[in-house]
């Protein structure tokens, strides 16, 4: 679902005009990798863009030194001398409180530092702690998403050349309603248009309707798919149903703290309890020492997807002492089988959900890095009876592909039937109220198609002569009202006083296709009724701190291309120098080379000194003075009658 305030509510279109300006995206924000891609109208297809290093995914990753912000592979290459200004994982904090176990447990396995901001209150927002430029810096889920979401901005600008504002970004099918506005606020600080947040599974199922297409997006046939999506950190399940040019999701299910992440804690674990073992020495407090070993622990799983043991082999993981070890294929399967067979369970549960038997599922697509271990795709294709599963659309880039679709559809942009595209969604978790036993009151169920508006007219009041009463809304599956998402409440006054069981009230749940929610209670009899549209600003950014976040981002954002720009002139200025030096060794004249080379020397012993200088203007200015005295000593040793071709080599450097 899709609940949001007035002021950025989700649908919006892009104008013609903004749309031929600003290309729309998609963008998969996962938890270990990030894709994005466009609609290209010229070729009728989705282009996965590639960035800077040529890679079509990015780490999401954020590093913070003392010189500068590193985002994607930068970040994670120094990650082993930086822990604790390391970031990752960071989807796993979004729309999530301190107190969260999750959160907590997840704390464990994470080098960098949280904590709450001291007037939040216990079990508010987490805040990450790291050091930059020499200030400690308190950075929210939001922030640090948002940064990973302006890196894939920034790659898409790179590749097409122009400004980029209109997004769709993908969230698990799972994800509550604060995970999904949270998702939204980090589109916004990024400098984002967020079209629309929709279902990864359900982005992969448009990936795969393009490529199945016949006329428009899928032919005439009606299909059942099952999209798999086992990725880093989050596992989704969606059963829908293809036909013509509609996509209806009948079903969702999954777990958003389930992926590749936690079967790597699983082998990091065994390996860590190996090394005491071995050499008693314990390593569960050693950040560092534990980065190394989930690093070498990552690299052997994805070895075990094509090979049936791997190797591993760290140098003085610890005090000195070298480790090295093996696993094969069948224990590194033992001991995640709990895990693989959760994810089977989900996939019954969702097909129960679905109202489907496994023989109606036409096709199974995989999506997510996760689903390439062997087991799981063993267990898949025993659970429906050998069924071959469908492999033909990349499981790192099908989200951001079908992201990339849906942006178009909704800005215009895409030609022929695909344009007429239609998605039926439907809202992943139960919306209720809480009862006078604190229970969980259910009245919109979960996977229900959406838009709709369902009612239960059969409430009453449990106390004697009671004139007000508050409705406080929920969603989630857990029987008592306070274990699931808290979403608002409202109070309904000027009941008037009668017996417990007179006083009859109704409620009503109503659901636009955009997920926006409105609760209305109306008391039977009378006009007396209220309402609330669910905006959800318990837990989430007010607009005061996403306006100050998208000023400190705009500021990030300067600061990183002075940066740039600064090693742009360095590196010209140190390639200038290079080659005066060679020509230098050519200046006839014994004076003329020696005020060259003492020029040059005193040019290298500036750069030593100010190598962590960040202002581009003075290595230009060092530049100027470096030329100028070239072109001096090239002037005068012409003069003098040497090789005019120097001069004309040095000129050519200074052009």
């Not at 399940?237 to 999954?254: F, L, P, Q, R, Y």
């Amino acid at each position: 679902m899709k609940r949001s305030r007035e002021m950025e509510e989700n649908g919006s279109r892009a104008t013609a005009g903004e749309e031929e300006e600003s290309p729309a995206i998609g963008i998969d924000l996962g938890t270990t990798y990030s894709c994005v891609g466009v609609w290209q109208p010229h070729h009728g297809r989705v282009e996965i863009i590639p960035n800077d290093l040529g890679n079509r995914t990015t780490p999401s990753w954020v590093a913070f030194t003392d010189a500068e912000r590193l985002i994607g592979e930068s970040a994670q290459n120094q990650a082993a001398m930086n822990l604790s200004n390391t970031i990752f994982e960071v989807k796993r904090l979004i729309g999530r409180t301190f107190r969260d176990a999750m959160v907590q447990n997840d704390m464990k396995h994470w080098p960098f530092k949280l904590t709450v901001v001291p007037d939040a209150g216990v079990g508010k927002k987490p805040m990450i702690v790291v050091t930059y430029k020499g200030e400690e810096k308190h950075f929210s889920a939001e922030e640090i998403s948002s940064m990973i979401l302006q890196k894939m901005k920034t790659i898409a600008e790179a590749y097409l050349g122009k400004q980029v504002k209109n997004a769709v970004i993908t969230v698990p099918a799972y994800f509550n309603d604060l995970q999904r506005n949270s998702t939204k606020d980090a589109g916004l600080i990024a400098g984002l248009n967020v079209l629309r947040i929709i279902n990864e599974p359900t982005a992969a199922a448009f990936a795969y309707g393009l490529h199945n297409k016949g006329t428009g997006i899928a032919n005439s046939d009606l299909k059942n798919i099952l999209v798999f999506d086992l990725g880093g950190g989050t596992f989704d399940i969606s059963i829908v149903t293809m036909v013509k040019d509609v996509i209806e999701v009948k079903a969702v299910n999954g777990d958003t703290h389930l992926g590749g992440v936690d079967f790597n804690n699983r082998m990091v674990s065994h390996f860590a309890a190996e090394f005491e073992r071995k050499h008693h020495k314990d390593i569960s407090n050693n950040p560092r020492a534990l980065s190394r070993l989930k690093t070498a622990c990552e690299r052997a799983k994805r070895m075990l997807s094509s090979a049936s043991e791997t190797f591993i082999n760290i140098e003085s993981l610890f005090d000195g002492t070298d480790f090295s070890s093996t696993i094969t294929r069948a224990r590194f399967e033992k001991m995640n089988l709990d895990l693989f067979e959760d994810c089977m369970a989900s996939v019954e549960k969702c097909l129960k959900d679905a109202k489907m038997d496994k023989v109606d599922i036409h096709d199974i697509v995989l999506v997510g890095g996760s689903t390439r271990i062997p087991k799981v795709q063993e267990l898949l294709q025993d659970l429906f009876h050998g069924k071959q599963l469908c492999k033909n659309i990349s499981p790192d880039e099908a989200v951001a592909y079908g992201a990339a679709f849906h942006a178009a559809a909704l800005t215009n942009a895409c030609l022929g039937k695909n344009k007429d595209t239609v998605l039926v969604d439907v809202c992943p978790l139960s919306l209720g109220i809480e009862v006078y036993d604190g229970g969980m009151l259910v009245v919109i169920p979960r996977n229900t198609t959406i838009p709709t508006k369902m009612t239960r007219n059969d409430l009453t009041f449990v106390v004697d002569y009671q004139t007000r009463c508050t409705i406080q809304v929920y969603e989630g599956e857990m029987p008592i009202a306070k274990d699931n998402n808290f979403l608002g409440e409202f109070s309904i006054e000027g009941i008037p006083p009668a017996p417990a069981g007179v006083a009859k009230f109704i409620d009503s749940f109503e659901i636009d296709a955009n997920g926006i929610l409105t609760v209305t209670t109306e008391l039977v009899g009378s006009n007396n009724s209220n309402q609330i549209t669910i905006t959800n600003h318990s837990g989430r950014l007010s607009k005061e701190e996403i306006d100050r976040m998208v000023k400190e981002a705009e500021d990030y954002r300067a600061q990183d291309e002075e940066r740039k720009k600064a090693i742009e002139a360095k590196n010209a200025l140190e390639s200038y120098i290079h080659q005066a030096r060679r020509c230098g060794r050519r200046v006839q004249t014994k004076a003329a080379r020696i005020k060259l080379k003492n020029t040059i020397e005193t040019t290298v012993q500036w750069l030593e000194w100010n190598d962590l200088l960040r202002d581009a203007g003075k290595f230009e200015e060092k530049m100027k003075e470096l030329k100028s005295m070239c072109e001096s000593v090239m002037a005068e040793t012409h003069h003098q009658g040497s090789d005019t071709a120097i001069k004309h080599e040095i000129i050519e450097i200074s052009d």
